[in-house]
């Protein structure tokens, strides 16, 4: 137990610097991760800073896998500054190696696993912690997903395009200036607000997709209204099996996204529907299943009707797995059209082949400017909207479920590479690059 502790937490230290803003277990304070050394974090709360050895995180996972702590069996927190009074989680964390207590650290490690994927916190008293690197759905041809920093890719799943398409975003990401450039005006949406505060003029660019990344603008909420600590509710709910708490993660979901938004919306109802039947919690599981880049199990369950995947489902799926899947938009498919394109040009083809025929969706049209601004077509390289039926699968959502999994695959590839070069590169910061060159791919 004890080595497999050491080498979960020494997998994802790089993730370390990483992370966002984070919140006690109780939900009632914040901190942050200040810096990182090889053997330690600080924290940062308030005007409070503690150093956390790295043993401590080995050993609170140590404890939680030899007690058989799951979701089914989750370990009280008990977390108290006076260490006889704290329970054995809290006394696990803070034991240093001469055999004495040091401070209280269990409050601090236990966020910072679960934003790294590796435990769920309830914030209800008494709050609690469970392992979430158990499979809660097992689908046919889809193996138990192992939770690590860079998941291993599956070359054989990749086509020869593909590979090599993915070694060309590589060469992107961190290029020579130059090498890639893509510039485009903005608009006065309040999505382009913190853009602007940092930015001079109207214009948005970037010259490698780590630039792109870095040059993201969404109006982002502070916590626990951000993203992150919606996605991490959702995963807790999941976890818990709790379809009234995952009802309202996803309805904060999609008030993120902007998306979803009127009560007649299929993906709203859906949720609804899904929680009063009891079985939302395990049809997005077995969802995410599905769209992780190990799956060859069929997508067929993507029928529009058990399973959903539109532009409001796909923030869901990611939200429920970030580490493996993204939110593939119609601004994403047309960021992934627009490098295909180029880089087939490069190298001297003329038409999209099949295995590279991402899709794309319109921007939103208004009476005074009904530009098209998203389809990364050109002379004979032409890309297909998501909103177009499909001759090569049964049903649009399949084949929109298809094209998740397969850019999973292509940027987990990515990622792997970036990796073995020492760049340690989340899925979420990919994600973001694509998601602001699709703007506007003209």
Known sequence: MKQLAA???????PMMGELGPLRTPSQRFSFAVESVTPERVKVQAGQTGLVILKVAFEAALEYLH???HHAGNPCVI???NDHEEAGPLCKASRQLPSGRYGQRNITYVLPILE????VGISPKRPTSVWLTNRPMAVVTDCQPRKKQLIDSTHPGLLTPNQLAFANHLVELWGGAPGSFEHRYKTSKHHSWNPWKERAQGDDWWCLTLAQAAEH????EKLAPEDFASIASRLRQALAANDH???QTACEDVFN?????RREDDASLMWVKAQAAAKTLCRSILTAVELLRPECTASLKAFDGKNLLMNSAMTKIYAAADPDNIIIYDGRVGAALGLLARLWLSENGLRVVPADLAFRWGPNTKTANNKTETRDPSRDKFEFVSLYKASTLAANQTEYWAGLVRITNRILQE???VLAAQGRVVTLLKLERALFMIGYDVR
């Open 414 to 416: 990515v990622r792997s």
């Open 66 to 68: 030899a007690n058989d």
């Open 244 to 246: 009234i708490a995952a």
């Open 216 to 219: 993201y603008s969404w109006p």
């Open 256 to 260: 993120w996204g902007g998306v979803a």
């Open 78 to 80: 008990e977390s108290d």
């Open 7 to 13: 080498l979960t937490v020494s997998s994802l230290w």
């Open 115 to 118: 934003q790294l994927g590796v």
